[in-house]
């Protein structure tokens, strides 16, 4: 019961800030000048001579695409690959009361037996009366194991290999301002999970008894509730952000075995120059916390780091490195632009978690830190592509994204 007080009481000043946010937040009608930044797309103009229509800040029609096609390494240890990130933003109301829906589609390949089709959407409806979520995901993934908790060294792990199918949906209507309440549909469904050593059991290996061999079927209904002041979920400004979900999976919707996990993340973002919000100069704060509470939640199903609903958290820590039946993340960040016009910017940020499982929780902490550069793909939407260089003991990796990771 104390790790639970604990664990509100890390929370509870975020809560305090986010009651307050009429009187200290920007409100969602603030729309950006972007006629003093430059991004990419400005300069391939410029160099091709292409004579850009002037935009309409009220145009909502407009759609906003941004692309990266790189090589990269992929998290969990299979190498390089090629990955392909496309994200389409725009506004469906008024943006004055309307915040950027968003639909990003990211595919990758190793060349080998690794790839993923990846589709993640949040699409918000005029005046944001509802906002609707999804994450589609076709994988085929061998990722190293570590078992449960952190007791185990960084060499001593496993290949699993799985082929993994996850659909998410979930609707919800605001109920007040900012705050929406909703239900959603969740399927993880694990096939061919198996130790990539054939002499090795994953079940000896982990120590854990359930969706370790062959199958695991996770099918659920969610319970959320969702607090957003933010009016941009890809680079966001000045806000707050809760997110509440109870999930509940029964035998009756095709589950193995009857399970619930609770998950609650919270952000908040603060201007250090209030006065010209066009100018990136932002500390943010990202926690969650994320528990299942039954002994029977399938192995791949339970709480590990990178694989929060976005697979952003953990940057410079190895996915899947600490898995555990409860997980708690706390990363702050500083973003700062380095140009006057937008274009170019930096980051530097710092991680820790802890899990459960061989040892106890909150006596052993997994910490990470980082830099990384920005730069401005898309003024409109306000995207960025990320460049980022993190590090932890005994790991270290470059990272590509479009977008902030929180």
């Not at 407009?62 to 690959?81: C, E, K, Q, T």
């Not at 993934?141 to 949906?169: A, H, K």
Request: positive net charge.
């Amino acid at each position: 019961m104390a790790k639970y007080t604990l664990i509100l009481l890390c929370f509870f000043p975020f809560t305090v800030l986010a009651q307050n946010t009429p009187n200290m937040l920007p409100q969602n009608n603030i729309i950006r000048d972007t006629t003093r930044q430059t991004d990419l797309i400005d300069i391939y103009k410029g160099i091709f001579h292409f004579n850009p229509r002037r935009i309409n800040p009220d145009d909502r029609k407009r759609i906003y695409f941004s692309v990266l096609p790189v090589g990269a390494s992929v998290p969990g240890g299979s190498g390089n690959a090629l990955v392909t990130s496309t994200t389409a933003a725009m506004y469906l109301g008024d943006r004055r009361t309307t915040n950027l829906s968003s639909a990003t589609f990211a595919p990758y390949w190793n060349f080998k037996s690794r790839f993923g089709l990846p589709l993640r959407s949040s699409i918000w409806l005029p005046d944001n009366k509802w906002v609707i979520q999804g994450d589609i995901r076709f994988l085929r993934y061998p990722q190293y194991t570590w078992g449960l908790g952190s007791s185990r060294s960084y060499g001593d792990r496993t290949l699993v290999d799985y082929n993994y199918i996850r659909f998410y949906q979930r609707a919800l209507k605001r109920i007040k301002p900012y705050l929406f309440a909703g239900l959603g549909y969740n399927l993880d469904y694990h096939t061919s999970v198996r130790s990539d050593d054939p002499n090795l059991s994953l079940q000896d290996f982990t120590k854990y008894n359930y969706g370790v061999n062959g199958s695991s079927v996770s099918s659920g209904i969610s319970f959320n509730l969702l607090y957003d002041t933010r009016n941009n979920s890809i680079n966001p400004l000045p806000g707050a952000y809760a997110n509440l979900i109870f999930r509940e999976n029964p035998t009756f919707l095709g589950s193995d075995n009857n399970w619930q996990s609770v998950f609650l993340d919270v952000r908040k973002y603060f201007s250090l120059n209030p006065a010209d919000l066009n100018q990136q100069n932002t500390l943010a704060f990202w926690s969650y916390f994320w528990s299942s509470l039954n002994n029977k939640t399938p192995y791949l199903d339970l709480p590990s780091i990178g694989w929060d609903p976005y697979n952003r958290s953990g940057r410079g820590i190895d996915q899947n490195r600490y898995r555990g039946k409860t997980l708690f993340y706390f990363e702050a960040e500083y973003r700062r632009d380095i140009t006057n016009n937008g274009l170019l910017g930096f980051v530097v940020f710092a991680n820790t978690n802890t899990v459960s499982g061989s040892d106890s929780f909150f006596t052993s902490w997994h910490p990470a830190a980082g830099t990384g550069l920005r730069i401005k793909f898309n003024k409109g939407s306000n995207t960025n592509i990320g460049v980022d260089y993190g590090f932890s003991k005994s790991f270290s990796t470059v990272s590509f994204s479009l977008g902030e990771a929180f």
